[in-house]
């Protein structure tokens, strides 16, 4: 079966927000807002966050620290708690391709979801009083009414690092299934057992050497 997400690179995010403020741009504006539109007066944007990016210092058992910026949204879980405990059915996952979407129409605005996910991928949209999450920009993927190279996510479409990658990964032959083989791309937090369709690449380690390169004249 088709399962559609995303193959994040931790080696190669530098932490930049430009998917933050796409998400953002995207998700609020919807259809017809040009990327090149979005955020247009610099601000940082605020309220709901369907996509998010943490940045830690880590310290390795050897060679010196680096930092690692992790983006985090919703990972499409194949046995996604969010949608078992939804009381209303608002929260489903689609047969067709795995996407986990909530239908705002049915949606209380309990909150359930939110504490059942483990990766704190959901919030509420306290105005609407609805919750939000990652839809995998599911008005933009199948939009014919977008030229072929935008019918992406847009934090995709956007990121200026090449570090977020979208495709089937039930395909063992997409270029997303390769790249989790070749760099080992690895699963969130497994022990849940929610069996998230979204694979994160991890960082390579930095050594002293490179910092070295770096600071000779
Ligand atoms: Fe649900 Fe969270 Fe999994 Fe997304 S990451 S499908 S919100 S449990
Ligand atoms: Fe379902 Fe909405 Fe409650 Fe989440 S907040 S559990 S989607 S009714
Ligand atoms: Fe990382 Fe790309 Fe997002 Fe920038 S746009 S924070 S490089 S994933």
Same mark, same amino acid.
């Not at 088709?2 to 932490?15: E, N, P, W």
């Not at 007066?41 to 680096?66: C, I, K, M, W």
């Not at 930092?67 to 499409?76: D, E, G, Q, T």
């Not at 599911?138 to 990658?165: K, S």
């Given at each position: 079966?088709?399962?559609?997400?995303?193959?994040?690179?931790?080696?190669?995010?530098?932490?930049?927000?430009?998917?933050?403020?796409? &998400?953002?741009?995207?998700?609020?504006?919807?259809?017809?807002?040009?990327? %090149?539109?979005?955020? #247009?007066?610099?601000?940082?944007?605020? $309220? !709901?966050?369907?996509?998010?990016?943490? %940045?830690?210092?880590?310290?390795?058992?050897?060679?010196?620290?680096?930092?690692?910026?992790?983006?985090?949204?919703?990972?499409? &879980?194949?046995?996604?708690?969010?949608? !078992?405990?939804?009381? !209303?059915?608002?929260?489903?996952?689609?047969?067709?391709? $795995?996407?986990?979407?909530?239908?705002?129409?049915?949606?209380? $605005?309990?909150?359930?979801?939110?504490? #059942?996910? +483990? *990766?704190?991928?959901?919030?509420?949209?306290? #105005?609407?009083?609805?919750?939000?999450?990652?839809?995998? &920009?599911?008005?933009?993927? *199948?939009?014919?009414?977008?030229?072929?190279?935008?019918?992406?996510?847009?934090?995709?479409?956007?990121?200026?690092?090449?570090?977020?990658?979208?495709?089937?990964?039930?395909?063992?032959?997409?270029?997303?299934?390769?790249?989790?083989?070749?760099?080992?791309? *690895?699963?969130?937090?497994?022990?849940?057992?929610?069996?998230?369709?979204?694979?994160?690449?991890?960082?390579? +380690?930095?050594?002293?050497?490179?910092?070295?390169?770096?600071?000779? +004249?």
């Amino acid at each position: 079966a088709k399962k559609l997400g995303l193959v994040i690179d931790l080696d190669t995010c530098v932490g930049c927000h430009a998917c933050v403020t796409a &998400c953002k741009g995207w998700n609020d504006q919807g259809y017809g807002v040009p990327l %090149s539109d979005q955020n #247009a007066y610099g601000s940082e944007p605020s $309220g !709901t966050f369907l996509n998010r990016v943490h %940045s830690y210092e880590v310290q390795p058992d050897q060679g010196t620290a680096q930092v690692i910026n992790f983006p985090r949204s919703c990972l499409h &879980c194949e046995n996604a708690p969010c949608v !078992t405990v939804c009381p !209303t059915g608002a929260s489903y996952k689609r047969a067709e391709d $795995g996407i986990v979407l909530v239908n705002e129409d049915a949606c209380i $605005g309990c909150g359930l979801c939110a504490w #059942a996910c +483990p *990766y704190g991928a959901r919030e509420l949209d306290q #105005a609407a009083g609805v919750m939000k999450k990652c839809t995998l &920009c599911v008005d933009r993927i *199948y939009n014919e009414n977008l030229p072929e190279e935008d019918r992406q996510p847009a934090c995709v479409r956007t990121c200026p690092a090449g570090a977020r990658h979208f495709g089937d990964l039930g395909d063992p032959d997409s270029d997303v299934s390769k790249l989790v083989a070749d760099r080992g791309g *690895y699963e969130l937090m497994p022990e849940m057992d929610t069996k998230p369709v979204n694979r994160y690449l991890p960082p390579r +380690p930095k050594g002293p050497e490179q910092e070295v390169d770096i600071l000779a +004249p």
